[in-house]
């Protein structure tokens, strides 16, 4: 059972364009909703993170959009960087379980 | 201050060895979980700890994968005995709490 998904599972862009990246989840219980970034040969970095109560969270060229209603977020990075080649996943935790459940990642290539 | 460590980075072994990854997470952490993560099934969850407490022992590899905290400041999983199906990536994280993890940088394992 996939509690969180993502799309697309790969994406390029130009540099200078904005990438947005996709996350859904079923278990209403999820309250809070990290991103990471992970580097070939490097462990998940947290990115940025967002509570439901909730509907945008911004860090520099990095902003997540919170829709609850729909169970629906995204992660945009403006201005992309080839730096920015990475895959990132979405995750949730919920009622302080401890526990992540993750997506399966987006693949992002940066082109410059 | 230091993040999560793991070792060795990088291990090679023979089908039925035995198998011992270590890690340190970030002091004063309390939650402590270990992970596979394979480019198909991605993250899965192994073991979980809440104040040296195991609290999840990851259902379908309770039967070679065995995780330990021994104190608060070091955990080993030990894998016996090794499957060729079990090259991974396996990722120790850290978290204070029990919202954000944060992960080391993984020892990636094969098995021959």
């Known amino acids: 059972q996939q509690q969180v998904r993502q799309s697309p599972q790969s994406l390029t862009v130009w540099e200078g364009e904005t990438a947005i990246l996709n996350c859904s989840y079923e278990n209403s219980a999820f309250d809070y909703f990290p991103w990471y970034q992970q580097f070939p040969g490097e462990g998940p970095a947290l990115l940025i993170a967002i509570r439901s109560v909730s509907d945008k969270k911004e860090d520099g060229r990095f902003t997540i959009f919170f829709n609850k209603r729909e169970k629906k977020l995204s992660l945009h990075i403006t201005d992309s960087q080839p730096g920015d080649s990475a895959t990132y996943f979405c995750?949730?935790?919920?009622?302080?379980?401890?526990?992540?459940?993750f997506g399966h990642g987006t693949i992002l290539r940066v082109h410059p | 201050d230091a993040g999560v460590t793991q070792t060795p980075r990088h291990e090679v072994a023979e089908k039925g060895q035995t198998i011992i990854l270590k890690c340190e997470p970030v002091?004063?952490?309390?939650?402590l979980f270990w992970y596979r993560q394979t480019k198909i099934q991605g993250l899965e969850l192994l073991s979980y700890?809440?104040?040296?407490?195991?609290?999840?022992d990851g259902g379908a590899f309770k039967d070679r994968f065995k995780a330990e905290m021994l104190n608060s400041s070091f955990s080993t999983l030990k894998i016996q005995p090794t499957e060729p199906k079990d090259s991974a990536v396996y990722l120790c994280a850290s978290s204070p709490n029990q919202d954000t993890q944060y992960f080391g940088p993984g020892t990636r394992l094969l098995v021959l």
């Open positions: 700890f809440r104040s040296k407490s195991l609290m999840e």
């Open positions: 002091s004063g952490h309390n939650d």
């Open positions: 995750a949730a935790n919920g009622a302080n379980t401890g526990k992540l459940t």
